[in-house]
Each structure stands twice: as C-alpha cells, then as structure tokens.
C-alpha cells in the first residue's frame, strides 16, 4: 500500500523551526477535510439529522404503478382517512408554475393526467410520522387506460422520439475517409446507465416563515436552483426562498437537478398546512423516481490504415433520456466531446441522440456523458488493434494527439495547447512495467486453461468547464471578526468531496493565518446569491478563485489601513504565518491587526467574485474552445477472468492523474481512487434491470451492486504527475478532479476484453457490452470460443 | 385485524439494556420499531445512519454485547433490520459513545489520519465495524479479515483504500487511548447484564404490537399455542423487510434467540447439532473444523452484520429458493429437529422444502436444531457460489457437490443447488451420472446434460435462465478440475488466486 505524500501537522512544540514559518493548513498540503472529526464521531450533522421545529410533519409520495397512460381518476379519499395524515397536495394545489425542468420544460411536479414512468409521482401526503405518511401513501387508488411505452433506446430511435433535436460535430468528409482508408470495421455497443447510489438518500425540510416565504434544509448540489423553483412553484418572489446546505452524504450529480422535486413537495406542503415538512425517500423509492447516468448505444464507423493509425471515424452516440430533457442535452454533447478522448481524429462526424423513452429522466453522474463517449472511442481502439495485430497500447499511443504534423486540434475546433498525456503514458508505462507485464500475461495464459489475465492501459482528457457559458461563475463571503476569526461562504457545496476544506486552504494560505481559524459554514442562498451547481468538477476552480478574490480584498484594506496607521508604505506590510509585519520592529498578530481596523472603521466583510475566462462556443458551428483546460490521466489495470464462470477480479491497478499543482494531494488522491472505484462498479456489477412493465427491479442495493470493500484492487498504485502545474490561470495552478479520474476505469473493461480476446490468441476483439458483469463475460467467451471453433473447422475443411 | 392475544404474563412488558453504559428500560414501545428508528426518532441519537433500511449498507452499524461468561463480547449489527426487542439483556454500543470528552477512539482517529471519509454518511457505520474489529484482535489483521469484516459497509466515496488502511493503523499503540470504558466498566456491565438475563419471558407490548422472548422451547411451543398467527424471529435479517420495505404490522412476534435449545452448538459421534437461532458466526467455525470447504460460502453469505445477526433456523425456515445454506445442508444430507408442543421429529432437509416458500413445518411446529452429519473417511467437499459481486450478494447459482472416491470411481454422491428453482434441492439427474464413473471427461460431460434435465432456472435481474444454467454445468468442470489435481498448478477460483 502506497504511502501518501507527507501530511503538515498542526502546531506543536516538537516542530522543526522550519516548519513553523508556515502556516498550518495552506494548500498543497494534506490537510484532513474540515468535517473529518465530525464524520468519525458522528457529531456531522446531514439534514435528516437536523432537530426539527415543534410540529413537523412527514410527506410522502405516491408513485405511479404503470409506465405510460392516462390517469382516469385518482381517489384519495382513502389516504386522506389514514391514521396521522394532516394534507394532501396534488398538482391542483400549486398556486404557481406546474413544471420544474430545469433546463427546458418537461418535468411536472406530479404527473399532470398521464403517467409519464412507472414511479412518477402522483401526489403527496403529510402526516405526523414518517411511517404513517408511507403507509397512507399507498393507499390510493388510481385508474389508469394504459398506454403502450417505449423502455429502450432502440424503441425510442425506432420511433424517432426524442426529448431534444439530434446534433453532429463535423470535421472533414469523414465518410469519404472511411470509405477511401486501407482498413474498416464497424460495431455496436451497449454501454449501461448507473445509479448515483448516494449513501443519504433525497432528503429535504422546509420550514415556513412568517412572511409566507420558506427556509429550506436540503442536500442538494444546486441551492440557488432549488431556491428559484421553490419561488416559481409557489408564486412568490425569489428573495422570500432561503436555502441551506451544510453537507450531502454524497451527490455525484444525483442532486444536481433531481433533488429539488423534493424540496418543493416539501415547501408546498409546508406552504399548505403552516408547518414544517420533510420530505425523505426511502431507499427503494429514491432509486426509482430519481434519474441516473444516461445508458447510451453507441454505434461506429472507422477506416485506419495498416498499423492502426484512424483516418476517419463515423460515430453516433444515442443516449436513453427517459421521459425529458432535463440536462440531457449538455450531457450528450459532453459525450460527443469526448468521442476522441485522447485521439486525434482527421476526420469526424460525430452526432448525438436524445431519445425518448418511458422511464425515469436521467440526469447529471459523475462526468456527464463524458465516460459514455470515452468508452465507446476505447472500444474502437481495442478493435483497431485487434484487427492490425499490435498491441492496443500502441495503437493508443499512435493516435494521440501531438504538437507536430497538423494533430493538435480537437474535432470541434479547440486546439490541444498542452501535450500532457505522451509523457504521462511513457511514464506510467515504466512504472507500472507494462511491457514486462505483458510478456509474463501471455506467458501465464498460454500455460492455464481455466484463468486468464487482461492488462489495459487507457488514458482520459477530460473537457473543464460547464459547456454552458454562463455557469462559469461563482461568488464567495467572507468575514473576519475581531478575534481574527473568519467565517467563510461561498456558492458551492459540499458533498464529500472536500470543496470546504480546499477553499479554506486557499483563503488561510491568502490571509497567511492557519486553516483552522477559519470557519467553512453551510451554503447559503442568503449569502451567496445567484450561484453555479457545483458539479462539473469545477467547485474548487470556481469557487476558489471567487473566495481568493473576497480574501484579497480583505487584505488590500488591512494592508492599506496598517500603512497608513503605522506611517509606512503598503508595499512594506507583509502577511506570514499568522502575523502582519509592518516595520521591523512592528509585528502584529492577525488578530490585533482585525481588531485595531475594526476600532479604525475599515470594513473587514468582503464578497468575492470569478468568471472562468477564454471560453466560447459555437454550437451551431459545433466549433469553438469549450474547455479551459483539459485534465489527463491514464490507469494500467489488470485483472483475472474465470472462463467457466465469467468471473474475475482487479488484480493490480497503476494510477498516473495530472492535477496540476495539487491544493491538496490527500484530497485529490481521495477524489481519483473513490473516482476510479465508482467508474469500476459502473462497467462492471453495477446493472440495472427494468422489467416488461417498466418498473425498475434492481432497486436497492441488495439486487444493485456497487463495489464493496473486497472489489478494491489488492494492488492499487495512485500517483499524481509531478512538476505540472496548470499553465492556465486556476486556483494557485491546480487542476480539476472531481470528475477525470472515474474514466480511469475503462481500463478495467479494455483489460477484460484483454483477458478474453486472449482466447483466440489476441486475433479477435470480444463485443462486451457494459456493465460487464459476469454473466456477459461468459457470453462474450462463449461467442469467441464459438468464432475460433468455427475458424478452425473452415481450416480444416479448406 | 384480530386483537392481539391475552399476554400469558401478569408482570409489566419491559425490555431491558445497556445503552451505551447505561441501564436503559421500554415499557410502552411498538416492538415493531426497528433499533435505528428507537435510536434516531425516539433518542435523536443521530449518529446511526438510514442508507437503506434493509441491512445492505451498514450505514447504521452499532456493536452489540452480549455475555460471554464474566465477559462481554461486541459483534456489529444493522441496526436498520434489528427490533428493537432483539437487544434485551445486551450492551447496546453507538458511534456517540467512542469519542470520551475530547478523545477519539482509535478506530475514529486511525480514519481522520488516514482521509477514511468524504462525505461522512457511511463513516458511523465504518467506525463501529472497526471499533468490533478492534476487540476481536490484538493486532492489525491481514487483508483478507480487514474484507471481512468490513464487507458489510458500503462507500461511495473512497474507493475504500484509505478505509482498508485505517483498519490497520488503529492498531497502531500510539493511538490507544490512556482510559478504555469497555475494559475499565465491564465487570460493572457484565453484573447489570446478568441481573437482566433471567429465565423468564421477556416481553414488550405497545402500538397494540406485542413481542415475546421465551428462554425454552417447551415455553416457546406453548407460545406459538397461544398465539398461533405469531412470527418468530430470530435476527430478523429477513424478517424485518416486511417492517421497513412493505411496511406491514407484525401483531405478535415471538424470539427465537433466547431459547437455551436454539442457541447452542453440540457435537455427537455422528452430527454436529447446530440451534437453529444460533447465528452464522457462532456455528461457523464449529461447521468449517468438520467441512473446511465451506469457508468461503460462510464468509460470502449475506456481510459481517448479517452473519452476526442471521440463523441457520432462519435461512432454513424462509424456504427461500437462495438462500445459500440449503444446499450445502442438502448436499452434506442434513436433517432438522423440529418441534411442537406435542412432539419432537427429524426429517431429512430434502423433505422440508415443499415450494416456493413452503415448507413442511405443521401448525405450532418450529425447526429446534439442524443435524449436519460428521464428513465420511474419503468424502470430499465442494460449494461454489456465483455471483455478480463476491461479497454480500445473493447467488445466481449455488452449487454443492458431496462425492466419496473409491480407485477414482464416484462411490457415492450428493449434489444439490439454489438459485436454479422455486426451492433449493438435489440434481438427482446429475448425481446418476456420476455415481459408478471416474471424474472424467465423458462423465462430466454427462453430467452436464443431466444437469440441464434437473433444472430449467429463471431469468431474473440476477442472472438469465441460459447463464444459470450453464454456469452450473461447468462448475462440474470446476470440480473434475479441483478434485483430479488437488494440489493444481492449474488455477481454477479468481478470488483465491488474485
């Protein structure tokens, strides 16, 4: 097990004189999160947690129980006679606007006379107990005239039923190229969909206050979201809607748009009845009525030449939407971004579908459509190498984008500044001994007849900054009371991801005093207005730079008011370790410096503001410079595959990300293993199943599988690229992580395809569809077997 | 709804505890309430987590001691499945006890050191695992047990690394706490426990709920008399669902874990007599000295709280075509003791499984004991489980396979399987192809096609009907492979040789 980087301690007497010059807690140190005592002891507070106020009631839904049709009439008059229940709301009890979608319209709070999935809310009742409100809201009684529903992607396509317009990126005659290239292969592939599986649950409690607004407890990624739909719903103005988010028990986009149905059942209810309201799913009702990563089909052209080298690729991506467009449009094209990973292509047509079916509307997960088009261009490139016969990793290596011979250019026009992942590869490659590797695979696979091994490396450039422009901005809050105590805001939210404690990094190392004199406090609509969901992976970029912004002011008024106080020059005052220096013999500590301005009337509350700089779009065009900044990485993952059973372990696992100039390398090595594991449960055990009648039947995590504390690699090597700071101008030239490194885990599916293809001597690409479970191991082991077999009797017979 | 039965007692219905120290009495509580809602609605002890209710995520792990002798002993449960009568006379242990004052406990400090949490949720229920593995070991445990017992915690967040490495860390003695209130109080604790433990019902009424706790089966036969709509429940692992996923009332619920003939593990010249309320982890290791192949089904079953709560009584009882202890039982030739107020029978296990979920217990008869025959000279084990994760998950297919060798020749077989019908039960077919031949090829071979005449399994969200099928038959293969080269160079299981 792997050491991590040398953790700054907190102050102490046996510390080197060194180390005392600096302060405790600034960035690019390993700094625990700020709430990691609280986690252990329990003490951490999440919303179901909260006391409630005197009164509180408990809402639940009713979900409908087919998947498409029209509701002939519902009957409440049984839950309304159920022992505890205080109200009941429909969609005739909503003074204001009916639809939530949050992007483009298409998401009624309840369903508005047709069903539009099975488990879409109906109605919601409010009772004295959580349990009464679950038992009441069973028990009405709905007619349905069911309708036939489109469940799949190849339904939705046949019916050309979609939730937005189809889009292509274009570069180039790509069929022209194709048709004209020495190779060509074309296929199929089915990559499945993933829940978020966030351990706390959708979960919010509203509050109603006197002026007929509501305070607003919730885990959610987008509080100033959830704010302006509570307001539209209820038909009050925006600034009568507190939101407050201290902390998600994870998010990973699940809470981007889909926890704020919640939040406004609850505040209408509350709204209703004068009482506070909470509102919490139980697990099995969380994981059906909410949406998840999109299940995509993706299907290819590719013409290359003889050594594997692509000349032009035909791809279309359709992605499973379910019943609207919520943010599937910006996740599809995060897809279609991605279809070259790390690949330049000469020519390109690249198109996008949003098909409609009759499920639940999927939505934001962890890289947003960038790992359903990062593996689909994998996939090509392990079938390329298949058919030229080399080893996929040279394939990868030869297509990468370079500076030279016109290769730096992504197919929608922005141009790749900085060549991270040749050295990067070569790197990993040496350290992970791939080569020998290789040799020794081959070796042990030829002398077993039973197991056989895959090794893989893939790399991942992953585009940063939200494609649409104007959420590329963020604002911070920030004050420093008199004891030189500081409360600091900011716009995004914590979900586990350390966002808090980077960003006090940022302002401790600003204001030269430690980290842990400052307070992170929840996020707050009234604080920090008109903010950004955090997601992306670009809370610390964003974020950060707005609060490095606020803590700057701050301290360009402490440094002008102590040279004028002290009668010396601005340049002359220098803030370090906890400490002011004005003169020689004039030290202050940061406290007295706060409270000798506070006595002089300077202002010590400051807000800070950032908007991400240089990026464009022309989506018409579908040319422009989306991306700040690319973040790269690549994974070595081995693994070993029973071929009577289809099932197989990681075996070992090499990690080399570029973070930049980490603010935290505890932290970020934190965000790419968690990433990595979740990218592994999502191609591998991770499987959602819907039956005939639309009802999602893997709804728990009893029939869903995530990874469990035995799946993690026995061998798991996570290293972050040294000397790589960010050229552009992040955070103090950090790099975004929070959503990269899950593509790291297309290695672990290329290496099975590895392990497999080993059956027919490396000569035969295995279609296998994702997730891999087992059971589609053995399939595609039995289909190559059955190819060989067959290979071998037209021999024979020739 | 029928009125629940005139109580058999006159005394006050209480139950009795130590909540984290503290002597704890409940008179007036639906026993329908689940332990977590008693702790989070009831106390507003916050820091056990709901992630699921369904005893999947661990993420409202607490420890539970019970009496071992002059001692108490701490096994971690999930508390989201365990009713809340089910703690009587035992040391209730939640995350809010760890920290004394200002101190963390190792097990906490070790995961603050060592980045062991992003968003937090799941972190209580990690603590408390770690706190349980801390007692049972004196030093840092290999990977494989560290697995073990943390199986059962689900993360979303770490990739579980940083995790694995608290669990070694906490061992570390500069992080052990000058004052340790589990060694300082337990001979106060055990004391107050032993004055709760009598041998009288323990019984808890209130919601117009009612549960009872025999300390005998005579007393538990005449309850299931008295109160013949009753369910008994053991750990409830499977039961409690019913509370919290179809939110039904359970009217009388009768516990088996008090039952001084349930609870036991004896040995004979020719069985191993198992309790049928006794948990996986208190028959485990007796089971696994006479059968070491059945290790790896024991540590795959259900995760670490799971088999610290759920029974053999209880995997038997449900009929459940999965459950994974039925057809190693089968396969071994097993059979039960059942009981009823008038009379004591055994009967062979393959005769208790009559259809999906029914079984050949009569009225007021409850499974005593299960009598597991002691391995023949020759005999040799095989149980293979399969998957879609390696650890608490539910089986696709569970094979066991019992075969005697005489010269190479199959003298004698016992082959049975779950997941692959309406009840888990022998492959007669598949036996009949092996009895009398070697381990050969053609045999096998043979034994395959029998297979595919035994069983025609289903599609489910678990597995196709086509997978299950042919990952049995070559599990046969697994086994010509294993028993024909048992000290193989070949490799054969991923999860030994990764």
Redesign the interface.
């Known amino acids: 097990m792997r050491n991590l980087p040398e953790t700054s301690t907190p102050t102490g007497t046996d510390q080197q004189p060194i180390k005392r010059e600096q302060i405790s807690g600034g960035v690019q140190q390993s700094v625990r999160h700020e709430s990691a005592e609280r986690h252990v002891s329990g003490e951490a507070l999440f919303t179901d947690d909260r006391a409630v106020p005197a009164g509180t009631l408990f809402a639940y839904v009713g979900l409908a129980s087919i998947a498409r049709g029209k509701i002939l009439s519902m009957d409440l008059s049984r839950v309304l006679a159920a022992e505890g229940v205080v109200s009941v709301v429909t969609l005739e009890d909503i003074p204001g606007h009916r639809d939530i979608g949050p992007v483009f319209p298409g998401d009624p709070v309840f369903a508005d006379g047709e069903v539009l999935f099975h488990g879409q809310p109906l109605f919601a009742v409010a009772a004295t107990s959580q349990t009464l409100a679950r038992r009441a809201a069973r028990l009405a009684q709905v007619d349905y005239e069911p309708w036939p529903a489109d469940l799949t992607i190849e339904q939705g396509l046949a019916a050309q039923s979609f939730v937005r317009p189809s889009h292509t990126q274009r570069r180039g005659d790509a069929a022209a190229a194709i048709a004209g290239a020495p190779r060509r292969l074309s296929d199929r592939m089915h990559i499945g969909g993933q829940e978020q599986m966030y351990l706390e649950g959708q979960v919010s409690l509203a509050c109603p206050d006197e002026e007929g607004g509501i305070t607003l407890y919730t885990s959610n990624q987008n509080p100033t979201e959830v704010q302006k739909l509570i307001a539209e719903v209820l038909a009050i103005p925006i600034s009568m809607v507190t939101v407050d988010m201290r902390r998600m028990g994870g998010g990973f986009g699940g809470k981007e748009t889909n926890a704020n149905q919640w939040a406004v059942i609850a505040s209408l209810l509350a709204r209703k009845t004068g009482r506070a309201v909470k509102v919490r799913l139980a697990r099995a009702d969380d994981m059906t009525a909410t949406g998840k990563r999109h299940h995509f089909v993706s299907d290819y052209d590719v013409g290359f030449d003889d050594q594997g080298l692509i000349q032009g690729l035909d791809m279309s991506l359709s992605a499973g939407c379910g019943y609207s467009p919520d943010l599937s449009d910006a996740i599809v094209d995060r897809a279609m971004f991605h279809a070259d990973n790390a690949y330049f292509l000469p020519t390109a047509t690249i198109t996008g579908h949003r098909v409609k079916t009759d499920t639940v509307s999927n939505t934001a997960f962890r890289g947003f459509g960038g790992p359903q088009g990062m593996v689909a261009i994998e996939c090509v490139m392990d079938d390329i190498a298949r058919a030229v016969g080399r080893d996929p990793l040279d394939v990868r290596k030869d297509n990468l984008y370079g500076p030279e011979g016109g290769r730096d250019t992504t197919h929608y026009g922005q141009t790749i500044e900085r060549h991270i992942l040749p050295g990067l590869i070569e790197q990993l490659e040496q350290t992970s001994d791939y080569r020998q590797r290789r040799q020794d695979i081959a070796a042990f696979n030829r002398s077993q007849p039973i197991l056989r091994k895959g090794l893989a490396l893939t790399p991942v450039k992953f585009g940063i900054s939200f494609t649409a422009q104007h959420l590329n901005q963020a604002g911070a809050l920030l004050h420093v009371y008199t004891d030189g105590s500081i409360q600091l805001n900011h716009g995004g939210t914590e979900m586990g991801q350390g966002l808090f404690t980077k960003v006090a990094q940022i302002v401790a190392t600003v204001l030269q005093v430690d980290m842990a004199r400052i307070l992170p406090t929840a996020t707050r609509t009234d604080k920090v207005p008109n903010t950004s969901p955090t997601a992306a992976s670009s809370g610390t970029d964003l974020n950060g730079m707005a609060a490095r912004n606020a803590a700057e002011t701050i301290k360009q008024r402490l440094t002008d008011f102590a040279a004028e106080h002290f009668q010396t020059t601005s340049e002359r005052v220098r803030f370090h370790n906890n400490r002011v220096y004005i003169a020689e013999d004039q030290v202050l500590s940061f406290g007295e410096l706060a409270q000798l301005a506070y006595l002089h009337r300077i202002s010590l509350s400051a807000t800070g503001y950032y908007r991400t700089p240089k990026i464009y779009y022309d989506r018409e065009q579908a040319q422009g410079h989306p991306f700040f900044y690319y973040a790269n990485g690549a994974a070595v993952s081995e693994v070993l595959v029973d071929t009577l059973t289809g099932e197989y372990r990681v075996t070992r696992v090499d990690i080399l990300q570029d973070v930049g100039q980490s603010l935290n390398p505890a932290l970020d090595i934190g965000q790419i293993e968690g990433a990595y594991i979740q990218g592994m449960g999502w191609l591998t055990t991770e499987e959602l199943v819907w039956g005939g009648d639309g009802r999602l039947q893997t709804n728990s995590p009893a029939s869903y599988k995530i990874p469990a504390i035995g799946d993690t690699p026995a061998e798991f090597n996570v290293a972050l690229l040294a000397d790589s700071p960010n050229v552009e101008a992040t955070i103090f030239h950090s790099k975004a992580v929070g959503e990269p490194p899950l593509m790291l885990s297309i290695s672990v599916w290329s290496a099975l395809r590895d392990a497999i293809a080993s059956l027919a001597d490396y000569q035969l690409s295995p279609r296998l569809d994702t997730p891999a479970t087992p059971e589609r191991v053995l399939n595609a082991i039995n289909s190559i077997k059955a190819i060989t077999t067959l290979q071998q009797q037209n021999r024979g017979a020739s | 709804m029928p009125e629940p039965a005139q109580r058999l007692t006159q005394t006050e219905p209480m139950i009795e505890f130590l909540l984290n120290g503290e002597p704890l009495r409940i008179t007036d509580e639906d026993p329908n309430c689940t332990l977590l ?1 008693f702790l ?2 009831r106390l ?1 002890h ?9 005893g ?2 661990g ?1 409202c792990t607490a420890a539970l001691g019970e009496l071992d002798g002059e001692t108490i002993h701490y096994k971690s449960i999930n508390t989201c499945i365990t009713p809340l009568g089910n703690v009587h006379g035992k040391h209730l242990v ?3 006890e ?2 004394q004052g200002q101190q ?1 406990h190792p ?3 070790a ?14 229920g990690f ?1 408390m695992s770690l706190f349980v593995l801390g007692r049972d070991e004196i030093s840092a445990p290999d ?1 494989h047990r ?2 073990e017992s ?2 059962g ?13 608290a669990a070694v860390q906490m061992f570390d003695p500069a992080l052990q706490a000058e004052r340790d209130p589990f060694t300082e109080r337990e001979a106060e604790w055990v004391k107050v426990l032993q004055s709760m433990n009598r041998d009288q019902d323990v019984e808890l009424s209130g919601g117009g709920h009612h549960y009872v706790a025999p300390a005998t089966s005579a007393r538990l036969a005449q309850l299931l008399q008295h109160y013949p709509a009753a369910r008994l429940v053991a750990g409830g692992t499977d039961l409690a669902l019913e509370l ?2 179809q ?1 039904c009332s359970i009217d009388t619920l009768i516990y088996t874990g008090r039952v001084r003939e349930m609870i036991g593990v004896s040995e004979t010249d020719t069985h191993l007599i198992i309790g049928a309320a006794a948990s996986y982890n208190q028959f485990g290791p007796a089971l696994t000295a006479l059968y070491p192949e059945c290790r790896e089904l024991l540590e795959r079953l259900g995760s670490r709280q799971i088999r610290n709560q759920g029974t053999l009584g209880g995997n038997i009882g449900n009929a459940s075509p999965i459950g994974d202890m039925p057809p190693l039982l089968l396969a071994l030739g097993a059979s039960l003791r059942l009981r009823g107020a008038e009379r004591v029978r055994e009967l062979p296990l393959e005769q208790f499984f009559l259809g999906y979920k029914r079984t050949a217990l009569q009225a007021g008869e409850f499974i005593e004991a299960i009598l597991v025959p002691r391995p023949a000279p020759g005999d040799s084990l095989r149980v293979y489980k ?1 998957s ?7 089986s ?1 297919s569970c094979g066991a396979f019992l075969l005697s060798l005489d010269q190479q020749i199959v003298t004698r077989v016992r082959v049975a399987f779950g997941g692959m019908d309406a009840i888990p039960r022998r492959a007669l077919e598949c036996e009949q192809a092996l009895l009398g031949k070697p381990l050969d090829d053609v045999a096998i071979a043979a034994a395959m096609a029998a297979l595919a005449r035994d069983f025609t399994p289903i599609s ?5 009907s086509d ?1 299950r099928l ?2 049995s038959q ?2 046969l ?2 086994l010509q ?1 294993e028993l024909n080269s048992p000290s193989a160079t ?6 030994q ?2």
């Open positions: 809602d989070r609605d507003h916050t820091g056990s987590k709901e992630g699921c209710a369904s999947d995520c993420a939640t995350v809010e760890l920290k963390l097990a906490q400090q995961m603050v050191d060592c980045h062991g949490s992003q968003c937090g949720f799941c972190t209580p603590v990977r560290i697995e943390l199986g915690n689900l993360c979303r967040c770490t990739g579980y690394r940083p995790i694995i490495e919290t996923q939110l399969i879609k994760r390696f650890e608490d998950d539910i696709s489910d969200f678990r597995a196709s997978y042919q990952v070559n599990l293969k697994r492979l070949l490799l054969s299981r991923v999860n040789h990764a």
